[in-house]
Each structure stands twice: as C-alpha cells, then as structure tokens.
C-alpha cells in the first residue's frame, strides 16, 4: 500500500453548531512533514482552517491570520470536501477541478482530502490523519474508523433527511462520475490514486459497518460506471486512430509521412495499454465488490449493484454482455425485496429494447424466461409492470420463445384490478392477438367488392377471446386494459357493421354468444369514451381531467352519439327479443350528447328510439331491461333539451297504458278468490314494470298508491299468490312515498296533506313490521329496506322545520326487536357445508353475501344516526370475531362511530354483547363441557379486542370503561344465590373472568373504587371462598389490586395528589370541572372538610377513621411530592359514574 505524507488531522467537535458533517482540522507537527507547501507548526496545536480547494496554503503566523480563521469557522463556511459537495456550491466541475489542481500541487494531501470525503459521507466522525495512512493497512484504519463511527443513531448522510442531505446523494454520485471524467486524460493512469480509492473502497464495503458498506459500495459502483464511459471513449479513440493508420498507410510512398504513422502507432498502443488499464481496475471492483454486495443483507446495496450492472451491460456490451455477467442479474430476479427485482427487470428491459443487444441474449432468455412470467404476478405492483413489458419485449424478439400457457398467464392480467398492470397486459395482448396484417386484413370483401373495415378481424378475435377468457362480467376491464393500446375498441363503425350486415363472401356470421359478447365489449367502450376514466374498482373514481382529456371526452361522446342515434334504433329492432343484448343496448342512449338530436336534424331517428322502447317495455318484465329503460328514459329527460317535449308526451303515453294495464289487472285479481295463472301473471308483470318505473320517476299523478297498500295488507294472507306480487307492491309503496315527500319539498303543502303522508307511513311501517316473519326471503328483505329507508327520511331531522315536524316517526321497542332479531335471523346465518361442492357455489354466496352485507349496512346506518337504541347493537357487536372476514369492516365503524355517540353507552353496548355470549355459553355446558370451553376463550378474545377498541387515553375513557364494569359486576353477582345450588356461587360469577380484560383499561385510582363496589355487593363470608368456582371473583379481584392503590386485606393510604399543573384550572374551567371536583367521588355525607392541602379523601367505614387521620397528615407532609399516576383533569360523567359505585348504587 503506497505510503502517504502530508499533514496530521484530528477531529475536533463543534460544540456550538448542530450541522453535521462541520469539523475544525487542528494541524500538528508531523515527523513526516517534507512536502514543499507545509508550513512549520509551532509545538502544541493550533485550530486552523484546511486550504481551499485549488488555493496554495497560508503561511502567515500572525494574529490576523488566527482571527481571519476564527472568522470562518464561526461563520459554517465549508471547510472540507464533504461539506462543498454536501452544501452542492458551485457545481460538481468546479469541485473537481480545484481537487485536481491540489493534487496537481501535492497529490499525498489531496488524496487525503479524498479519503476523508468518503469516510465522512459515510457518516463517520473520525478523520483519517497522515500519520495514520502513512503507518496503518487500510483494513487497520477502516477498523480505527469503526471504533470512532457513532451508530447510536443509525442515519447517515445517504438516508438522511432534510435540506441539508435532499441532494447529497446525487451530489455525491455527480461528484464521483466527474471526478473519473476529468481525470481520465492523465491522473487516472499513475497508479496511485485509483489504486488506494479502490484499495480502500473495497475494505470499506466489507465492513460490518452498513454505512460504510453502503456508501462505498454507491462510490464504487458509480466509479465503475465512470470507468465504462472512458473505456467506451478510448475505444471509440483506437478506431479513430486505427482508421486514421490504415488510412496513411493506403497512400502513395511519396504522399506518405512516415512520422504521423509512427505517431498513430504509438497513440494507438497508448490507447490499448490505458484500456487494458481500465479493464484492470473494472475487474478488480467487479471481483473485489460487487461480486461480495450484489447479495447483501441490506436491500439498498443489493439495488444499487443491480441498476450499475445493467448500465453496464448496455453501454460496455462487448465486455458485460455475457453469462459470466448475467448470471447475477438472473439469479437476483428471487430476490425477496421488490425494489431489487425491479431494478433488475428495468436493466433488462434496456437491453432487450436494443435489437443488437438482444440477440445476445438468448441463452439468458430460455434460462431464466420461466422466472419472468412468473414475476407478471408479483405482488408488487410496479414489478409485475416491469416483468409484463420485459415478457412483451421478449415476444417481440422471438414469439417462439414463450409457450402458450406462458402467455396465458399474462393475458388473464388484462382484468387485473391495477390499472398499470392491465394496460402493461394490454400491450402484450395487444401484440401477440391483435397486430393488424394490412395484407391480409383488406382482403375481406363485402357484396359489390366493399371492404371490410382493417379492424374487423381484430374485433372478432377479441370477442373471442373474451368468450373464452369466462369473465363475462369484465368486458369493462377489457376494454380499458386496451384503451390507449389498440384503437380498434373505438371503432363504432366496424362493430355495428359486423352486428348489422350480412357477412362477405368466405366470412362466417358471429353466433349468438359471440354477438351477446361483441354488444356488451362496445357498450363499455362508449360508456369509457362518454365519462373519460376507468371502470369502477380501477384507478380513481374521482380523477379530475384536463383540459386536454376534456375536450378529448367531448369529441369521443360528439362521434359516438352521431354514429349511434342512426343505428341504435336498427340494433334494437334486430335484438330487441334478447332480454341480454337489450339491456346493454338502451344503456347507449344514456351517454348521447342529446342536442345532436336537434342539431343535426335526426329527430326522425328519436322518433325510432322511442317507438322501439315502448315496444321493449311491452315485451320484457326483466328488471335489467326495465331498469335499463327506465334510465334511458330519465337520461334523456334530465335536462331542458329541445327535444325534452316529445320525449315527455311519450313517456307519459306509456305510463298512461301502464297504469290502465295495472288497473285492469288488479280488478281482474281482486274479482276472484282463485284467480288463474293468465290472472297472475298479468298483475305481476304489471307491478314489476310500474316498480321499476316508479324507482327513477314520479307517477304520484296516476294514483295507484291505495291500490298498491291494498295488496300489501293481504301479504300475510296471500295463500300461494306468487311472492313476488307483494314484494313489488312494497317496493312500490316505498317509491310512491319517496316522490310524495320529494313533492311536499317543492312547494307548501297544507295540514291535510302532512296529515295523509303521516298516516301512510304509519300503516306501510306497521305493515312491514309484520312482514319481517314471513316465510319469503325476497318479502321480509324488502319490508326491512323499506322500513330502514322510512326512519331515516321521518327520523328528527324533520324536526328543524316546525312544517314537516309531525311527520317525525319514533320506532317503539316492538319495532326496534323486530328489526334487531331480523338481522339475527338473515345476516349471521350459518353456512350449510354441504353446498360447498355445488357448481357456481362460490358466485351464488358471493351474491348472497352482498345482500347480507347490504341488510347489515342498512341497520347499522339506524344505529349510527341514532334512530333507535344503542343496546340494539349489541346483536352485531357480539358477531364481530366471528364473522370478521364478512362483516367486520361495518361492525367496527359502527363500533367507532357508536363511541362518537356515546361513550357510556356504547360502552354497556358492548359488555350486554359480552353478556349474551355469556348466557349462552351457559345453555351448552350441560352435555357440552368441551364446547363450552371453546366458547369462553372465545368470549375473553372478543372482549380483549373490545378493550383494544378504548384506546390508550384513560382520561378520554375513564366513564365508559367504569360504566362498563359496574354492568358488568351487575350482571356477574345477579342473582347473588344459585337456587340450583345453595351456598354455591352466582350462577353467572364466570363473567368476571370476561370482565378482567378490561381491567387495564381503569386508572389506579378507580381500580380501588371498583374493587370496594364489588366488596359491596358481596357477602363477607363470599370473600373467604377459595374453591375453583369461586376462581372467576378471585381473579378480578386480583387484577383490580395489580397496580392500585389497594392490597387484599388493607388499603394503602392514597399518594398525596399532584400539584396542578401551568393551565390545568383554565382546562379544568373550561370543561366545568372545579378544583373541588376530588371531592365529588366520595357520597355527600362523608365529604371530608378543607384543608390548606385541598380536598381530601377519606374512608367511608368507621373502623378506617383513624387510618384516615394518618393519611391526612401523610398528605400534608408530602404536599410537593408528584403522582405521576393520578389525573388532573376529570370528566363530570366518570365522577357521577364512580360516585354512584362508591355509595353502593
């Protein structure tokens, strides 16, 4: 190791700045001092300020000089090379020149600034002094380094935050990448300085130190990076000069210079030796680190190694482009860290972009190929990206590469939830399927020799694709995955063309699933190109566009509405039997700009649409195509267009012939007591159609409310009337109210018809209420949404307007059961094992769940607005360990937005949960011991999760959680005598053991008040029982003594109180608690009398009197003494909670 001389440093701290990385050099006389520009040191030390970069040293001695210094140093000026490129001052070229001009001057001292450079960007507050260097082995200065490294912190300034380090990093790599860059004409081949940078670059990184392994391990690698720029440039030189030789060499003997040919030759075999010069070095860092830190323990290393090596690959192919290379980067394609296998998959991504690149890696491809299509699925979402672009990068170079299920497994990405992934699965689809043959394509002719659109074949072979993909419920994803890849998705020509027209000659006609499918893919193409973002579950639904997508969205709807207010009509007379391709249809009108209908003067076509959908709705009663119509409907009446009017007349033409088809039909039904099939079918389909009408528009005007009630009152009765007569009447009772109060808000209805709506009300919730037994699933769901929806809209929000005040409805205790033992019976149902096996089984309780979940949100949203009573909860609260996979997400907001309500309550909410589980964990145990057992540890899990739920502010909590014992020793403790079993325990003690989860949640000084409310309650001689069924109360007693102020057998006197604190009284007086508030825990009767100490309490019991008399004085004493343990501040309920425990209430 070469031996370097110069000036000995030492590090002296900054006591008066905070900025690391700030360090005073105090310069001492060193034995080895022989360079020309060191000064003579006076004996002992002086703090100095090191010489800026490219300016000689100051010799001067003088006064003026030290004060000049202290100046500096007292202003943060820069002093070293680390804080130049910290501070990034002057730019990268300035700092290295001004180094190269120092080592130019003495190459020791700047070697040394360099060394120093590294060792402080790594963190490290120890200096390396020239003594040092010039007597130790690197390996035995990096050690003196460790020794000195202060690790209590672990930052550094590569992961620092801050303004200070925001840009130390690139800083420092521009300073590396510049520093090789200026020196690569001379100073890089003296065999000096690159071989102790990298000498001491590779000892660093193998430091158990991860600062210096990091640090070091960035240098290196941007050093040897730095290093395949020049050897790039010196071998772009030797061609130069080997063409400029050869070009000498080619002319006459008499034109010939014999003297540039021997010039050329010698710069030619300069150039050759100064590459195998670099080659060298490159080696040796290769070898020497990145071989040891590709596979480092710690992530960021391993990244950084992966993403020089593929920057390698690309710009110095002829030495890294090969197995011996490429291997790391394959065999870290596993790596467990999803920013290294990105930074693996992004480097090969640039080589196989390079044609010439990728030939050479074939080899690697049929190794490694069957990793990358598995990464498509990484977990890691800009991952999976990557390796879907690499997999289509892949197929671009060879298609033969990849099998068929390999591409499989990409294309069902399509339909993946992230967009980046389904659209990076798009362009791979997109070019394995979908990549028009113009020669091929424009053959297809149609009768009288016109071509078929180029998309064509595209459009069927998506279609078929979507076929055979059996997601027939994502042609939106679809679609989307392919929006900004293929414009074929866009082309409204060529698809209606292919549902429209006869086929070609030679071309096969689409069937029935592919025409099914084709319909459904271009519904969801207008609806993307009409609202201008993802399908729903994809991306943001709230995205706002610009400007540019605006007038893109508006240009996309103009052409789509042209084109389809002409041939939508057409497609409805062909299809209009299919109920499936129907509903997709009329969904078409909904996204037209509906001036265009005036504008380009295509009334007629109007005219068309609405003749085809009353046809439509005389047809269908499917509620996806009734629904659908209704809407198109809606749509086109939503604003004042000018087409408004007729589209009006039409609309209540057919509401006119509705509501005589109901009228007639309902006569016909009520005019016998068996009424025949023809009978029933025509009312039902009647009913369907005005419900579903009724959903989206007013038809108060028709008066078929009474008509309607009058089928739901003979629910109860119905004998075997189809199900789902009634239910469409409920639905459409719910709806006709609805409009009537939307109607009241309109204007100001007089008393007569506030009167009616409340009476109508009255009877439809009377009704439902009885309905929520019946034996049809489909009625009772239908009366609870109706009874749910009627409470919120007549709850007492009415009541801020004294008009619509008595329309306010309050639901009686027999409505609220109801309404809690429904949701028992239809949401927490068990699962029949026997249906798991059924086909379609898994998408049949996919459905029923979201209706559960629904029917659950429904009750819950009358919890959360507080329409009826909390303990109502309790049902569900009870179910949230249980079904936390189904429901738990809506039980814990409602848990949560219950506490906004109401701590106490929501507190006794969830001991009675608690307390059912309880009871009926008591009614298995006869014959059922071992499953009774499993119930209880069940229990203490779910009030261990309650007791999560209160947080960590014990102050904030301290009501609810003593309300929630003082339930719970109620419960426990009553009755107080088992009649089964004389002398025994309470029948429900075991509660205590439930109840000891919630003890941690008390404050020491209510654990004491808890624990003498319980005594209380018990008989002294209870105390005294230590049999195992009195282990439950032995048990709560003990938890309520850890950590209290009380023993078993005597309290301990209580800690005199702390002092308040700065502002605790103007708290205290802002929240209506007083300082006499201590005394407001005790009864009235044994409040104690003031003392120049505050409020004191004492004993309730006489025998303790005398204890309390010593506590006093105890107090008095240690007046100044701190509790960290008890509280200032008290809310007025916890006081009036524990007070009542304490009196024995």
Same mark, same amino acid.
């Given at each position: 190791?070469?031996?370097?001389?110069?000036?000995?440093?030492?590090?002296?701290?900054?006591?008066?700045?905070?900025?690391?990385?700030?360090?005073? @050099?105090?310069?001492?006389?060193?034995?080895?001092?022989?360079?020309?520009?060191?000064?003579?040191?006076?004996?002992?030390?002086?703090?100095?300020?090191?010489?800026?970069?490219?300016?000689?040293?100051?010799?001067?001695?003088?006064?003026?000089?030290?004060?000049?210094?202290?100046?500096?140093?007292?202003?943060?000026? $820069?002093?070293?090379?680390?804080?130049?490129? *910290?501070?990034?001052?002057?730019?990268?070229?300035?700092?290295?020149?001004?180094?190269?001009?120092?080592?130019?001057?003495?190459?020791?001292?700047?070697?040394?600034?360099?060394?120093?450079?590294?060792?402080?960007?790594?963190?490290?507050?120890?200096?390396?002094?020239?003594?040092?260097?010039?007597?130790?082995?690197?390996?035995?200065?990096?050690?003196?380094?460790?020794?000195?490294?202060?690790?209590?912190?672990?930052?550094?300034?590569?992961?620092?935050?801050?303004?200070?380090?925001?840009?130390?990093?690139?800083?420092?790599?521009?300073?590396?990448?510049?520093?090789?860059? =200026?020196?690569?004409?001379?100073?890089?081949?003296?065999? #000096?300085?690159?071989?102790?940078?990298?000498?001491?670059?590779?000892?660093?990184?193998?430091?158990?130190?991860?600062?210096?392994?990091?640090?070091?391990?960035?240098?290196?690698?941007?050093? &040897?990076?730095?290093?395949?720029?020049?050897?790039?440039?010196?071998?772009?030189?030797?061609?130069?000069?080997?063409?400029?030789?050869?070009?000498?060499?080619?002319?006459?003997?008499?034109?010939?210079?014999?003297?540039?040919?021997?010039?050329?030759?010698?710069?030619?075999?300069?150039?050759?030796?100064?590459?195998?010069?670099?080659? =060298?070095?490159?080696?040796?860092?290769?070898?020497?680190?990145?071989?040891?830190?590709?596979?480092?323990?710690?992530?960021?290393?391993?990244?950084?190694?992966?993403?020089?090596?593929?920057?390698?690959?690309?710009?110095?192919?002829?030495?890294?482009?090969?197995?011996?290379?490429?291997?790391?980067?394959?065999?870290?394609?596993?790596?467990?860290?999803?920013?290294?296998?990105?930074?693996?998959?992004?480097?090969?991504?640039?080589? #196989?972009?390079?044609?010439?690149?990728?030939?050479?890696?074939?080899?690697?491809?049929?190794?490694?190929?069957?990793?990358?299509?598995?990464?498509?699925?990484?977990?890691?979402?800009?991952?999976?990206?990557?390796?879907?672009?690499?997999?289509?990068?892949?197929?671009?170079?060879?298609?033969?590469?990849?099998?068929?299920?390999?591409?499989?497994?990409?294309?069902?990405?399509?339909?993946?939830?992230?967009?980046?992934?389904?659209?990076?699965?798009?362009?791979?689809?997109?070019?394995?399927?979908?990549? *028009?043959?113009?020669?091929?394509?424009?053959?297809?002719?149609?009768?009288?020799?016109? *071509?078929?659109?180029?998309?064509?074949?595209?459009?069927?072979?998506?279609?078929?694709?979507?076929?055979?993909?059996?997601?027939?419920?994502?042609?939106?994803?679809?679609?989307?995955?392919?929006?900004?890849?293929?414009?074929?998705?866009?082309?409204?020509?060529?698809?209606?063309?292919?549902?429209?027209?006869?086929?070609?000659?030679?071309?096969?006609?689409?069937?029935?699933?592919?025409?099914?499918?084709?319909?459904?893919?271009?519904?969801?193409?207008?609806?993307?190109?009409?609202?201008?973002?993802? $399908?729903?579950?994809?991306?943001?639904?709230?995205?706002?566009?610009?400007?540019?997508?605006?007038?893109?969205?508006?240009?996309?709807?103009?052409?789509?509405?042209?084109?389809?207010?002409?041939?939508?009509?057409?497609?409805?007379?062909?299809?209009?039997?299919?109920?499936?391709?129907?509903?997709?249809?009329?969904?078409? $009108?909904?996204?037209?700009?509906?001036?265009?209908?005036?504008?380009?003067?295509?009334?007629?076509? /109007?005219?068309? /649409?609405?003749?085809?959908?009353?046809?439509?709705?005389?047809?269908?009663?499917?509620?996806?195509? @009734?629904?659908?119509?209704?809407?198109?409907?809606?749509?086109?009446?939503?604003? =004042?267009?000018?087409?408004?009017?007729?589209?009006?007349?039409?609309?209540?033409? /057919?509401?006119?012939?509705?509501?005589?088809?109901?009228?007639?039909?309902?006569?016909?039904?009520?005019?016998?007591?068996?009424?025949?099939?023809?009978?029933?079918?025509?009312?039902?389909?009647?009913?369907?159609?005005?419900?579903?009408?009724?959903?989206?528009?007013?038809?108060?005007?028709?008066?078929?409310?009474?008509?309607?009630?009058?089928?739901?009152?003979?629910?109860?009765?119905?004998?075997?009337?189809?199900?789902?007569?009634?239910?469409?009447?409920?639905?459409?009772?719910?709806?006709?109210?609805?409009?009537?109060?939307?109607?009241?808000?309109?204007?100001?209805?007089?008393?007569?018809?506030?009167?009616?709506?409340?009476?109508?009300?009255?009877?439809?919730?009377?009704?439902?209420?009885?309905?929520?037994?019946?034996?049809?699933?489909?009625?009772?769901?239908?009366?609870?949404?109706?009874?749910?929806?009627?409470?919120?809209?007549?709850?007492?929000?009415?009541?801020?307007?004294?008009? #619509?005040?008595?329309?306010?409805?309050?639901?009686?205790?027999?409505?609220?059961?109801?309404?809690?033992?429904?949701?028992?019976?239809?949401?927490?149902?068990?699962?029949?094992?026997?249906?798991?096996?059924?086909?379609?089984?898994?998408?049949?309780?996919?459905?029923?769940?979201?209706?559960?979940?629904?029917?659950?949100?429904?009750?819950?949203?009358?919890?959360?607005?507080?329409?009826?009573?909390?303990?109502?909860?309790?049902?569900?609260?009870?179910?949230?360990?249980?079904?936390?996979?189904?429901?738990?997400?809506?039980?814990?907001?409602?848990?949560?937005?219950?506490?906004?309500?109401?701590?106490?309550?929501?507190?006794?909410?969830?001991?009675?949960? /608690?307390?059912?589980?309880?009871?009926?964990?008591?009614?298995?145990? #006869?014959?059922?011991?071992?499953?009774?057992?499993?119930? &209880?540890?069940?229990?203490?899990?779910?009030?261990?999760?309650?007791?999560?739920?209160?947080?960590?502010?014990?102050?904030?909590?301290?009501?609810?959680?003593?309300?929630?014992?003082?339930?719970?020793?109620?419960?426990?403790?009553?009755? @107080?005598?088992?009649?089964?079993?004389?002398?025994?325990?309470?029948?429900?003690?075991?509660?205590?053991?439930?109840?000891?989860?919630?003890?941690?949640?008390?404050?020491?000084?209510?654990?004491?008040?808890?624990?003498?409310?319980?005594?209380?309650?018990?008989?002294?001689?209870?105390?005294?029982?230590?049999?195992?069924?009195?282990?439950?109360?032995?048990?709560?007693?003990?938890?309520?003594?850890?950590?209290?102020?009380?023993?078993?057998?005597?309290?301990?006197?209580?800690?005199?109180?702390?002092? $308040?604190?700065?502002?605790?009284?103007?708290?205290?007086?802002?929240?209506?608690?007083?300082?006499?508030?201590?005394?407001?825990?005790?009864?009235?009767?044994?409040?104690?009398?003031?003392? *120049?100490?505050?409020?004191?309490?004492?004993?309730?019991?006489?025998?303790?009197?005398?204890?309390?008399?010593? =506590?006093?004085?105890?107090?008095?004493?240690?007046?100044?003494?701190?509790?960290?343990?008890?509280?200032?501040?008290?809310?007025?309920?916890?006081?009036?909670?524990?007070?009542?425990?304490?009196?024995?209430?």
């Amino acid at each position: 190791m070469p031996a370097l001389r110069g000036k000995t440093a030492k590090l002296i701290p900054d006591d008066q700045s905070s900025t690391q990385g700030s360090e005073y @050099l105090q310069s001492t006389t060193s034995s080895h001092g022989d360079h020309s520009d060191e000064s003579d040191n006076e004996e002992g030390s002086r703090i100095k300020k090191k010489p800026v970069r490219g300016q000689p040293a100051k010799r001067g001695r003088g006064r003026g000089r030290q004060k000049a210094e202290t100046e500096s140093i007292a202003s943060n000026e $820069p002093v070293t090379l680390f804080e130049i490129v *910290r501070q990034g001052k002057g730019g990268a070229a300035t700092i290295v020149d001004d180094w190269i001009e120092t080592y130019k001057t003495n190459r020791d001292t700047a070697l040394l600034d360099l060394i120093n450079f590294i060792i402080q960007s790594s963190g490290c507050k120890g200096v390396v002094t020239t003594d040092m260097y010039a007597t130790l082995e690197h390996s035995d200065i990096i050690r003196r380094m460790t020794e000195e490294f202060d690790e209590e912190s672990g930052d550094y300034p590569l992961i620092m935050t801050g303004i200070m380090y925001k840009k130390f990093k690139t800083n420092f790599c521009d300073f590396i990448s510049v520093l090789v860059r =200026q020196c690569q004409y001379s100073i890089l081949y003296d065999q #000096y300085m690159m071989d102790n940078i990298i000498s001491l670059l590779t000892g660093l990184s193998d430091s158990q130190v991860r600062a210096f392994r990091h640090t070091s391990t960035l240098a290196a690698m941007k050093l &040897m990076t730095a290093l395949v720029n020049v050897a790039l440039n010196l071998s772009v030189n030797l061609d130069n000069t080997q063409r400029q030789h050869d070009a000498e060499r080619q002319k006459q003997t008499s034109k010939r210079a014999s003297e540039r040919i021997e010039m050329l030759l010698g710069k030619r075999q300069e150039i050759i030796e100064n590459i195998e010069e670099i080659q =060298q070095m490159m080696n040796n860092i290769f070898k020497g680190i990145f071989v040891h830190r590709y596979r480092d323990t710690q992530p960021e290393i391993r990244a950084i190694c992966m993403g020089e090596i593929g920057v390698w690959m690309k710009n110095y192919s002829e030495m890294f482009l090969s197995d011996s290379y490429l291997k790391y980067v394959g065999w870290t394609l596993h790596d467990k860290v999803g920013d290294v296998r990105l930074k693996c998959l992004v480097g090969l991504q640039n080589l #196989y972009l390079v044609s010439d690149l990728a030939l050479k890696l074939e080899l690697f491809t049929n190794r490694f190929k069957d990793r990358i299509v598995a990464m498509t699925l990484d977990k890691e979402t800009d991952v999976a990206v990557q390796a879907i672009k690499v997999v289509t990068l892949i197929l671009k170079f060879n298609e033969d590469i990849l099998s068929a299920e390999d591409c499989e497994n990409v294309y069902q990405l399509v339909y993946s939830a992230s967009r980046a992934v389904a659209q990076a699965a798009g362009e791979f689809l997109n070019e394995r399927l979908f990549k *028009r043959d113009d020669t091929e394509t424009g053959k297809s002719k149609r009768a009288a020799s016109k *071509r078929r659109s180029a998309n064509a074949p595209l459009i069927k072979d998506l279609v078929q694709f979507f076929i055979e993909s059996e997601l027939h419920e994502h042609a939106a994803y679809l679609v989307d995955a392919l929006w900004e890849v293929n414009e074929m998705v866009k082309d409204w020509d060529c698809m209606t063309e292919l549902l429209l027209e006869e086929p070609g000659r030679g071309e096969e006609p689409l069937d029935d699933r592919q025409e099914t499918a084709l319909i459904e893919i271009m519904v969801c193409a207008v609806r993307q190109a009409a609202q201008g973002h993802a $399908p729903v579950g994809r991306g943001s639904s709230k995205k706002i566009l610009s400007a540019k997508e605006k007038k893109a969205v508006q240009d996309d709807k103009m052409k789509l509405s042209e084109h389809f207010i002409v041939k939508l009509p057409d497609l409805l007379s062909k299809y209009g039997i299919d109920s499936d391709k129907v509903a997709n249809l009329l969904e078409i $009108p909904q996204h037209f700009d509906v001036e265009i209908y005036t504008t380009s003067r295509l009334e007629k076509h /109007l005219d068309s /649409l609405l003749r085809q959908m009353r046809d439509i709705v005389e047809k269908h009663t499917e509620t996806e195509v @009734l629904d659908a119509c209704s809407k198109t409907y809606e749509s086109l009446l939503c604003d =004042q267009y000018n087409t408004t009017p007729k589209v009006e007349v039409a609309r209540t033409t /057919l509401f006119d012939s509705l509501a005589e088809r109901l009228t007639r039909s309902y006569e016909s039904f009520e005019a016998t007591d068996e009424p025949h099939d023809n009978v029933i079918y025509a009312l039902s389909s009647s009913l369907k159609r005005i419900t579903t009408f009724y959903s989206c528009h007013d038809l108060t005007g028709w008066n078929l409310y009474e008509m309607i009630f009058l089928l739901i009152k003979q629910a109860p009765k119905r004998g075997d009337v189809p199900e789902d007569i009634y239910a469409s009447s409920i639905a459409c009772a719910h709806y006709a109210i609805m409009w009537y109060v939307n109607k009241l808000e309109d204007k100001n209805p007089d008393q007569d018809e506030i009167n009616r709506l409340k009476k109508r009300v009255t009877e439809l919730i009377h009704f439902c209420a009885i309905l929520l037994i019946d034996r049809n699933e489909t009625i009772k769901q239908e009366a609870f949404t109706t009874i749910g929806d009627l409470l919120v809209v007549f709850s007492k929000q009415l009541g801020s307007d004294l008009t #619509y005040s008595s329309l306010i409805y309050v639901a009686n205790e027999n409505l609220q059961l109801r309404i809690a033992d429904f949701i028992q019976e239809e949401v927490f149902v068990e699962e029949d094992d026997d249906d798991d096996d059924d086909e379609g089984d898994d998408s049949h309780k996919i459905e029923v769940l979201h209706k559960r979940r629904n029917l659950l949100a429904s009750f819950c949203k009358l919890i959360v607005f507080n329409i009826i009573d909390m303990r109502n909860a309790a049902g569900i609260f009870k179910h949230y360990m249980k079904y936390y996979n189904d429901y738990g997400d809506i039980i814990k907001l409602t848990l949560a937005k219950s506490r906004e309500i109401n701590k106490i309550s929501c507190a006794k909410t969830l001991g009675l949960s /608690l307390s059912q589980l309880f009871l009926e964990m008591r009614e298995m145990e #006869y014959g059922q011991e071992g499953k009774a057992v499993n119930q &209880m540890n069940a229990i203490k899990e779910l009030a261990r999760r309650f007791s999560l739920t209160f947080g960590l502010d014990q102050i904030k909590t301290r009501d609810a959680v003593a309300a929630l014992h003082k339930e719970g020793i109620m419960f426990s403790l009553t009755p @107080l005598e088992d009649r089964q079993n004389p002398g025994g325990p309470p029948p429900n003690i075991g509660y205590l053991d439930v109840l000891s989860e919630f003890t941690t949640k008390l404050m020491k000084l209510d654990k004491k008040t808890v624990l003498v409310y319980l005594d209380r309650q018990l008989r002294p001689e209870m105390l005294e029982n230590t049999g195992d069924e009195w282990s439950a109360l032995r048990a709560y007693r003990n938890s309520l003594m850890q950590g209290g102020d009380t023993s078993s057998d005597v309290s301990r006197p209580p800690r005199p109180p702390k002092r $308040p604190k700065p502002g605790i009284k103007r708290k205290m007086a802002l929240s209506g608690v007083t300082d006499d508030a201590e005394s407001r825990w005790v009864s009235k009767e044994d409040q104690p009398h003031a003392t *120049r100490s505050g409020w004191k309490r004492r004993r309730t019991t006489d025998e303790d009197i005398s204890q309390g008399k010593q =506590q006093h004085q105890q107090e008095e004493e240690s007046e100044e003494e701190s509790n960290d343990e008890e509280e200032e501040f008290q809310e007025g309920q916890a006081i009036r909670v524990l007070e009542d425990m304490q009196m024995g209430f």
